[in-house]
C-alpha cells in the first residue's frame, strides 16, 4: 500500500521569506501523481500544486514551486515570498493512476508565518 | 465556492443515532469521494461512486455507508454513532480521465456527544 510521510508537524517562516515542506512517500508504482493541497482555518481542501510523475520538470504555479526526486521518492514544497494568507496546514497526497485512484494524504505540516 | 456543496456544515448528534451527509459534485463530475478528517487519523479515504456505482472502499466501517443517486448526489450515512466518529467528513467530486484532480466541498464536521 502507498504511505506518504510529512516529517514536519509544524514550520515558522518569516514573512517575505522562504520556506520548503518536506515530503516522502512509498510506492511500486512507475507512474502516478502527487499533490500538495492547503487547509486554512477555513478547513476547505486547496489544491496549490500537482506534479505528474513522468514530468521530469517540477511543477510551479506563482509562489509555489515543488522540488520532485523520483528516485528519491521526495516531493518538497517551496513557498517563496511567504505571506500571511499561506499560513495553513499543508498537506502532501498520492494519487494512482490506475484503480480507484483514491488521495493517500501525509499527515500535514502546520505553516506559521510571522509578520 | 468549490462547486461542491455539502449539507449540513455542522452536526451535533448523541452517541447511538444515525445521521445522513449529503454530496452534491461540482456539475459533470462522475465520481465522488468521501474523506473522513480526525484529529489522530488524518485524512483517511472512505469509499467511492462513479455514475451511481461503487468503485472503491477505503477505511469504511461497517456502521456506514454510502450511496449515489441518478443525478449523481452522494449520501454519507453513519449510524450507531460513537464518540469516535467525531470528525470532519468531507466529499470530493472529479471529472472522467486520470489527468483531472478533486475539487472539494467544504466538508461537514459532525460532533457526537
Known amino acids: 500500500a502507498q504511505t506518504v510521510t510529512q516529517s514536519q508537524p509544524e514550520m515558522s517562516v518569516q514573512e517575505a521569506e522562504t520556506v520548503t515542506l518536506s515530503c516522502t512517500y512509498d510506492t511500486s508504482e512507475s507512474d502516478y501523481y502527487l499533490f500538495w493541497y492547503k487547509q486554512p482555518p477555513s478547513r476547505q481542501m486547496i489544491l496549490v500544486i500537482r506534479?505528474?510523475?513522468?514530468?521530469?520538470q517540477n511543477a510551479t504555479e506563482n509562489r509555489f514551486s515543488v522540488n520532485f526526486q523520483k528516485a528519491a521518492k521526495s516531493f518538497s514544497l517551496k513557498i517563496s515570498d511567504s505571506q500571511l494568507g499561506d499560513a495553513a496546514m499543508y498537506f502532501c497526497a498520492y494519487r494512482q493512476i490506475q484503480g480507484a485512484q483514491k488521495l493517500v494524504f501525509g499527515q500535514g505540516t502546520r505553516l506559521t508565518i510571522n509578520p | 465556492d468549490s462547486g461542491v456543496t455539502q449539507t449540513p456544515k455542522h452536526l451535533i448528534t448523541a452517541t447511538g443515532q444515525r445521521v445522513t451527509l449529503r454530496c452534491s459534485p461540482r456539475?459533470?463530475?462522475?465520481?465522488v469521494y468521501w474523506y473522513q478528517q480526525s484529529l489522530d487519523q488524518g485524512l483517511q479515504f472512505l469509499i467511492q461512486?462513479?455514475?451511481?456505482?461503487?468503485?472503491a472502499k477505503g477505511n469504511i466501517l461497517e456502521r456506514f455507508s454510502a450511496q449515489q443517486f441518478p443525478d449523481l448526489h452522494s449520501e454519507l450515512n453513519l449510524s450507531s454513532l460513537e464518540l469516535g466518529d467525531s470528525a470532519l467528513y468531507f466529499c470530493?467530486?472529479?471529472?472522467?480521465?486520470?489527468?483531472?484532480?478533486?475539487?472539494f466541498g467544504s466538508g461537514t464536521r459532525l460532533t457526537v456527544v
Open positions: 470530493a467530486s472529479r471529472r472522467t480521465g486520470t489527468g483531472h484532480g478533486y475539487t
Open positions: 461512486y462513479y455514475n451511481g456505482e461503487e468503485r
Open positions: 506534479q505528474e510523475a513522468y514530468k521530469q
Open positions: 456539475s459533470g463530475d462522475l465520481s
